[in-house]
């Protein structure tokens, strides 16, 4: 009996800790890059936008969170000659959204959830000098505006704490009067925290 018992303890004490789910964790970390294309002024062509994203989300239920998200992207804004000697001036957005995320599909490899943000972007078109407005050259003015951004996300998860995310969604913000709905993708990796 004494052998037995040891035997057991033993064979107890050597079990692996089990594998966590990917959807265990109450918290994703994501870090990535962030590719915009859309329109610097009203008569100008779309500009190309690269940059950074970092966003959070915390899961009250394993399909149901809401996420906080943060961007900066820059582009140098295809302006028409002008009498200026300046050409192509850099555009500079920051984006700080929050807002619902439902994750619709959960598989072992990966899953898929669908978000609606909302917030404010900050648009920078000063030039170098400072000298020369913005409408001057076609860009819309130095301004913080409402947006808001519905998307999607694919996570292909590498382990159950760490994943690549691709992100894709349409910024629409206020500019003129208007809607202006520019396209918006992301690309980068997902740390899980927190069980």
């Known amino acids: 009996m004494l052998l037995l018992g040891l035997f057991t303890g033993t064979s107890f ?5 089990s594998v966590p789910s990917p959807y ?23 500009t190309n936008f690269g940059g950074w994203n970092v966003s959070g989300t915390h899961y009250f239920t394993p399909t149901l969170g809401t996420t906080v998200d943060v961007q900066g992207f820059y582009g140098h804004a295809p302006i028409a000659p002008s ?16 807002g619902p995320q439902y994750r619709w599909r959960k598989r072992a490899r990966y899953s898929s959830s669908i978000r609606l943000l909302a917030g404010v972007t900050d648009t920078n078109s000063d030039t170098p000098s400072g000298t020369i407005s913005p409408a001057m050259l ?3 003015p130095n301004a913080t505006k409402f947006a808001f951004k519905p998307g999607l996300a694919f996570d292909l998860n590498i382990t159950p704490r760490m994943a690549f995310r ?4 349409v910024l629409v913000e206020r500019q003129n009067g208007d809607f202006q709905r520019d ?10 925290l927190g069980r």
């Open 83 to 98: 009498s200026f000697t300046l050409s192509d001036p850099l555009v500079s957005k920051y984006v700080f959204m929050a």
């Open 166 to 169: 691709y992100s894709g969604g």
């Open 183 to 192: 396209f918006n993708l992301s690309v980068g990796l997902v740390f899980r």
């Open 13 to 17: 004490a050597q079990r692996p800790d």
């Open 24 to 46: 265990d964790f109450a918290n994703d970390l994501f870090v990535g890059g962030v590719f915009a294309r859309g329109m610097s002024g009203p008569n100008l062509d779309d």
């Open 138 to 140: 076609g860009l819309y």
